[in-house]
């Protein structure tokens, strides 16, 4: 088994930035990406940003130039920076893991942006 915990949500006015981090930890060999999904109220899950152990990165169109997705192999985190943020940001964001059979879910933190 994977444990996922994220951390870095809250609460930021619009125009603002956050940085979320989730760490790995349990059975975190053969993981081959790592990533973030957001689910606003109302919406399904949607990805946001994902990056493999080769370092290749896939980013939404709607977070492309404003987030940043990187991580820290040798302490099997990842990290996601958040810029230029505005209400439709607005969501609950979930750190993924994944390997080749099975796919893994933290219990998400909230991110809240006031206009």
């Known amino acids: 088994q994977v444990q996922l915990v994220e951390s870095g949500g809250g609460l930021v006015q619009a125009g603002g930035s956050l940085r979320l981090s989730c760490a790995a930890s349990?059975?975190?060999?053969?993981?081959?990406?790592m990533g973030w999904y957001r689910q606003a109220p109302g919406k399904q899950r949607e990805l946001v940003a994902i990056?493999?152990?080769?370092?290749?990165?896939n980013y939404a169109d709607s977070v492309k130039g404003r987030f940043s997705i990187s991580r820290d192999s040798a302490r099997n985190t990842v990290f996601l920076q958040m810029n230029s943020l505005n209400a439709e940001d607005t969501a609950v964001y979930y750190c993924?893991?994944?390997?080749?059979?099975?796919?893994?879910w933290g219990r998400g933190t909230q991110v809240t942006v006031s206009s």
């Open positions: 990056i493999t152990t080769g370092g290749n990165t």
């Open positions: 993924y893991a994944r390997k080749i059979a099975r796919e893994y």
């Open positions: 349990g059975s975190t060999f053969s993981i081959n990406a």
